[in-house]
């Protein structure tokens, strides 16, 4: 296998679980040998002027800050080849929610990632119907993302 795809790597990182998420399927995709993490798209780490609102957030009341992060994340998703939510269920991110339809408007594959431990509880209907697939993450670092598939999650919706 080769690293021949790029991501858009979402996953929100305002809890201890979605950090502890964000973390872990960091590490699966450093593991992965199908992925190109060099040139995939991690918003973190693509923050506009390198200002992490994690660490500096009064920046979420800048415009110019907000906007050009904002569009740089779309082209992120544009220019990636599939899209990856980390998904933690019973802490939605709205951003996530909005980057996992605007992948899918733009023909992408989505690809949701799911704590072993939270896997098969209830997800929200909208993310479960973007979703093409649905894995746990002990299931990332050998996902064949050169031969993406459909199938469906295991839990209910809400």
Known sequence: MTKTKT???????FSDTQNKAYKDAMSALEANPTIDLENSYVPLQNQYKDIRVDEHPEYLHDKEWAQATFNGDLIGI????????VYVPKEEDV????????AMSHGKYVLLVIP??????SINLMSWGVADNVIKMSELAD????????????????
Do not use: H, Q
């Open 7 to 13: 991501v858009y790597f979402g996953a929100g990182w």
């Open 78 to 85: 544009k220019t990636s080849d599939i899209m990856l939510g």
């Open 95 to 102: 951003g996530l929610g909005m980057e996992l339809g605007y």
């Open 116 to 121: 072993d431990e939270l896997f098969g509880e």
């Open 143 to 158: 996902f064949d993302f050169n031969k993406p598939r459909f199938n469906f999650y295991d839990g209910a919706v809400y």
